[in-house]
């Protein structure tokens, strides 16, 4: 049966990098019909916070990809211990009576640094139990393979087969000096015990993996397939971290900003993987179809941000906005207005689901995100437009004299006409016609009048949304200014 699990460690927010390793594993899980996990690996007490724990659940569920177990490895100490015991009984480990030496945060063995403290490793059974016994605190370290020219292998879905010399890797600890169990034990006892068949996480783990195997095959455990995905990085190559980058590092600033959580998705999938065919605008269901292991890149991924940006828009990837465009625009209406509606709520305009639902079909192709309705149909929720420059009531190749004369007449015609698209169009392109002037020289000084500025969603449905008494008493109002 495939289990794959998605793992983080409550010591920050939902970074982008780890939702898109959750949502690969979940991808897989969906398409080979096996069990997504969610197990918080929050062993770690000093750093673990319940607001990191509230963030990523909150970033998860955003997401709205569901699981279908859940764990938390802090609950789960009993099988770590019991797990590390029987390693020891089999003489794979040893323990670690060395002050220096009693946590897992030694280097590689590489360019001379430590490797193991001879003196401990080569303690006899008797004389190590009875300093256990005696009270002495102590680490307890695998028992890494020396001197035989043995080498850890495993062959890794994206980077292929994976080799290191045993006599390269540190004798690591599987139980620190306060009984707690090291990251590497803990990882590695739950995935036995919860019969993960597939690891897919960060590149940055595929070091790890040596160790990793040591303790599977220690234990007596098949390993797992590992696949290890490629990392995100800033257009400047370094790593994406939020001490450096900042917010655009973290998903709910992409909530916050008003992405749609499947366009988000497609995004990051498209990041470090492709599915061959050139598409790049795909629904869930589409990436699941078409997701495989054999997709992934090794190449690190781009995430194309700007920081700092002139506009909060522009601190986003360009890819981004465009794919949350295209998903907004792919949204009936009746979605759309729905996910609006609590923005502009929120924003504190009292506006009815029916009127939400008769502006939004006018502004779905001008927005980017969904917090771009405050922008994009703030004239739409106001009473009063807020003051814009008189000049713009102005027509092209016009003047003052223009605009009052087409403001007037609008005001007698609209006064008798019924505020639905078809009659709107016929009275006003009628009065232009009258007037002996092009229609967007009668239509300029309306849209202004009724909606502050020259950029505007369609007049005749504009006007049928807003109605006679709003679009008469705005127009008034213009007339005024002239």
């Known amino acids: 049966m495939l289990r794959v699990r998605f ?18 594993n979940w991808l897989y899980a969906r398409r080979n019909g096996g069990t997504m996990v969610l197990r918080l690996d929050d062993t770690d007490i000093e ?3 319940d607001a990191s724990v509230n963030s990523i659940f909150e970033g998860l569920r955003w997401l709205d990809l569901g699981w279908d177990e859940e764990y938390k490895q802090s609950e789960r100490l009993a099988l770590h211990r019991q797990i590390a015991d029987a390693i020891f009984q089999k003489g794979l480990a040893y323990r670690d009576f060395t002050p220096a030496h009693t946590g897992d945060s030694e280097k590689s063995g590489a360019n001379q640094t430590w490797l193991f403290n001879p003196g401990m490793r080569e303690l006899s059974r008797a004389e190590s139990d009875r300093r256990a016994a005696a009270g002495e605190s102590f680490a307890l370290r695998f028992r890494v393979p020396r001197g035989t020219g043995e080498q850890v292998r495993f062959n890794d879905a994206v980077y292929g087969e994976q080799v290191k010399a045993a006599d390269d890797i540190e004798d690591f600890a599987l139980l ?25 996480r960060g590149q940055d783990h595929l070091s790890n993996t040596y160790k990793h195997g040591l303790i599977f095959e220690g234990a007596g455990a098949q390993p797992p397939q590992f696949a290890h995905l490629p990392l995100l990085v800033a257009p400047d190559g370094s790593k994406l971290s939020k001490r450096r980058h900042g917010p655009v590092v973290s998903v709910t600033t992409y909530r916050d900003a008003g992405f749609l959580p499947e366009a988000f998705i497609n995004f990051l999938c498209l990041l470090g993987w492709s599915p061959k065919d050139d598409r790049e605008k795909m629904t869930r269901q589409e990436l699941t179809d078409a997701f495989s292991l054999e997709g992934i890149n090794r190449a690190n991924a781009v995430v194309n941000f700007k920081e700092p940006a002139a506009t909060p828009d ?11 465009a295209e998903h907004i625009r792919a949204l009936s209406v009746e979605d759309l207005s729905a996910r609006l509606l609590p923005l502009v709520h929120a924003a504190g305009f ?6 939400m639902h008769a502006i939004t079909p006018l502004i779905r192709e001008r927005i980017k995100l969904l917090r771009d309705v405050l922008t994009a149909a703030d004239f739409f929720f106001v009473d009063e437009l807020p003051p814009y420059d008189p000049a713009e009531l102005i027509p092209q190749k016009g003047d003052a004299a223009m ?17 639905k698209h078809d009659p709107l169009n016929q009275a006003l392109r009628g009065a232009a016609q009258e007037m002996g002037m092009k229609a967007g020289q009668m239509f300029q000084p309306i849209r202004v009048a009724v909606c502050g500025r020259k950029n505007a969603p369609p007049l ?6 807003l109605g006679r008494e709003t679009t008469l008493a705005r127009i008034e109002r213009a007339i005024q200014k002239l």
């Open 7 to 24: 793992a983080p460690s409550p010591t920050g927010f939902l970074h982008v990098g780890s939702a898109r390793t959750f949502i690969f």
């Open 47 to 49: 750093r673990n916070t």
């Open 176 to 200: 620190r000096s306060d009984g707690m169990p090291t990251y590497h034990l803990a990882s590695c006892a739950d995935d036995i015990d919860l019969r993960i068949s597939h690891i897919i």
């Open 314 to 324: 522009e601190t986003f990837d360009p890819k981004a906005l465009w794919l949350n």
């Open 350 to 355: 009292p506006i009815a689901s029916e009127r």
């Open 403 to 419: 605009a009052l004369k087409v403001l007037t007449r609008a005001r007698e015609v609209l006064a008798q006409t019924e505020f």
């Open 460 to 465: 005749f449905e504009t006007l049928e949304v």
